[in-house]
């Protein structure tokens, strides 16, 4: 079994292990309003029951039906996860635009303090000092009780970091794409600025939308929707080696090829990666994926495979 994250300099900890929600209720996922709610319940229910508990959605996915379908679930079950929700800059034009979202977000998510409030991404007509200042008064009025950003490379994020600390706030997260098709953080400055500065790195498509589940590529199934237009599915016969090297180890450990991709980036320091899950199924695929350890020698293989995706700080199969 993975340890828990510590997020941040926080007393928070949270197993190595979120739940993505982008998919629910947002049409780029072929989003199925017939079966989307009860299969959005079981991945809901079975993370929790797993000790998954971080979940993490955003006013923008689904024009706010993901996170009304959270607050829908937190309110029929009465259950509470850690909520991780983003605001999203652009089009908003002032300063007093951070609160009206922040007050859109928790009357859809049914809940009176958002856990970790994110900025979605660092573009922005508003200047980076008006946007957190906001957040920051959200803090000290109990709205929100950490504060993360996405998306913002080392610069940025060290500039956030030193406005928020300005106000006694720790910036607490960086939400950016890191897989094993992705490990530009490792190489831009992001992960290593995290790590000195006491911020977790949240990771987002951990399995490069499904490329690194084994289940599309030549000879394979075909992604369908609009992901088959990114550029990972197009040039996915080179990274099939590395498929292949996830299969076998799964077949040492029992596992598929989606888990040891998620075990490889969980294992990182201070990291969490943030699956999505489609349904039940996936959800306990994903738990189950921090439960056994991968040996020193399938680590340093995956790392060999990969290597050349961090390659100057872009990856060579973009998403």
Request: proline letters at 6%; glycine letters at 8%.
């Amino acid at each position: 079994m993975l340890p828990d994250v510590r997020l941040g300099p926080t007393d928070t900890m949270l197993r190595p292990l979120g739940l993505g929600v982008w998919q629910w209720g947002d049409s780029y996922w072929s989003y199925d309003p017939t079966t989307a709610y009860e299969n959005a319940r079981a991945a809901f229910t079975v993370s929790l029951d797993a000790g998954v508990t971080l979940i993490d959605t955003a006013e923008a996915y689904g024009k706010g039906e993901s996170e009304r379908t959270l607050g829908r679930l937190i309110a029929e079950t009465g259950r509470r996860p850690f909520i991780a929700t983003k605001f999203q800059p652009l089009p908003r034009l002032r300063p007093s635009s951070v609160a009206t979202a922040l007050e859109g977000s928790l009357e859809r998510l049914g809940v009176d303090c958002i856990d970790l409030y994110q900025v979605h991404h660092p573009f922005s007509i508003l200047r980076m000092e008006h946007v957190l200042g906001r957040i920051a008064d959200a803090v000290r009025a109990g709205k929100v009780r950490h504060v993360g950003v996405s998306n913002y490379n080392e610069r940025q994020m060290r500039k956030a970091h030193r406005l928020l600390a300005r106000r006694g706030i720790p910036l607490v997260s960086n939400q950016v794409h890191y897989s094993l098709l992705h490990r530009a953080p490792e190489a831009n400055g992001v992960l290593a600025a995290c790590r000195e500065l006491d911020i977790t790195l949240i990771a987002y498509s951990p399995l490069a939308q499904g490329a690194l589940t084994g289940k599309y590529g030549p000879g394979r199934g075909k992604v369908s929707g609009m992901r088959r237009f990114r550029r990972v599915f197009r040039h996915l016969g080179r990274a099939m080696p590395l498929v292949e090297a996830l299969e076998e180890i799964g077949r040492v450990h029992d596992r598929t090829a989606a888990q040891v991709a998620l075990n490889w980036l969980a294992a990182q320091p201070n990291v969490i990666p943030i699956p999505g899950a489609r349904d039940g199924r996936q959800a306990e695929e994903n738990a189950h994926s921090i439960d056994f350890h991968l040996s020193e020698a399938e680590m340093a293989l995956l790392d060999g495979l990969t290597r050349v995706y961090r390659r100057h700080g872009r990856p060579i199969i973009d998403m």
